[in-house]
């Protein structure tokens, strides 16, 4: 029998996986929405992705993963505050 512990490590496993390639597919739809001149969804889709990809540096504890997306997030929020 698994024992609860590697129950929650298998869920958290799934959560990650479901988070990291539905943050890359809201990407992708960003890039596309840019390349179609969709904006501001561009912009919308950007966000989702970005902190969901940080979502996954905060499960996985990488340090590195939460600093490059906090760092596009700031400069997301700043150039969106700033072309109003």
């Known amino acids: 029998m698994r024992s609860e512990a590697t129950l929650?490590?298998?869920?958290r496993e799934r959560l990650v996986f479901a988070v990291k390639w539905g943050a890359s597919a809201i990407q992708i739809m960003g890039y596309?929405?840019?390349?179609?001149?969709?904006?501001?969804?561009?912009?919308?889709?950007?966000l989702?992705?970005?902190?969901g990809w940080f979502a996954v540096?905060?499960?996985?504890?990488?340090?590195a993963l939460m600093l490059?997306?906090?760092v596009a997030l700031g400069a997301?929020?700043?150039g969106?505050?700033?072309?109003q």
């Open 48 to 51: 989702v992705g970005v902190l």
């Open 32 to 46: 596309t929405a840019t390349g179609f001149g969709w904006t501001p969804w561009n912009l919308y889709l950007f």
């Open 76 to 78: 997301m929020i700043a």
């Open 80 to 83: 969106m505050t700033n072309s």
């Open 68 to 70: 490059i997306h906090l």
């Open 57 to 63: 540096g905060v499960l996985w504890n990488d340090r």
């Open 8 to 11: 929650q490590a298998a869920s």
